[in-house]
């Protein structure tokens, strides 16, 4: 019989109040809770012109966006892109990233692998990043 784990992404922890950023943020980050070894997902839901306050970008984890409500525009090193609903990004994992919604908001799906474990090893990130 195959190993399975079935999770709904609503009901994983909302960490984004734990760090100050509801009700402009809602981060559910489900790779414990389903157990993943050789990736990472997670959900966000940015309110509508929410910025990210930092920006990130990985040592190692290669990441890939999907919107699946709203728009937005995203901030990759220097340049930004306008997202939209079922956009799908693939961004190196060296690249530094934000993510703006749009007067819609913005929902995503960020996978990432390969799974880095704790995200203290993996992520470096700068407060401020986008600024203006």
């Known amino acids: ?17 734990k760090f100050g950023m509801a009700p402009g943020l809602e981060a559910r980050f489900a790779g414990g809770a389903l157990g993943l070894e050789n990736s990472g997902l997670s959900y966000q839901r940015l309110a509508p012109g929410f910025r990210m306050p930092f920006g990130h970008r990985h040592k190692q984890q290669e990441e890939v966006y999907v919107i699946v ?8 090193d220097d340049e930004v892109i306008e997202v939209r609903e079922w956009d799908v990004i693939r961004i190196p994992s060296d690249a530094m990233r934000a993510l703006e919604a749009g007067p ?9 692998a390969p799974n880095t474990g704790s995200p203290a090893d993996d992520v470096e990130m700068e407060q401020g990043w986008w600024s203006g």
């Open 1 to 17: 019989m195959a190993e399975h784990t079935i999770v709904n992404l609503k009901e994983v922890e909302d960490m984004a109040p």
């Open 69 to 76: 409500g709203g728009g937005g525009r995203l901030k990759l």
């Open 104 to 112: 819609q908001g913005a929902e995503l799906l960020a996978f990432g």
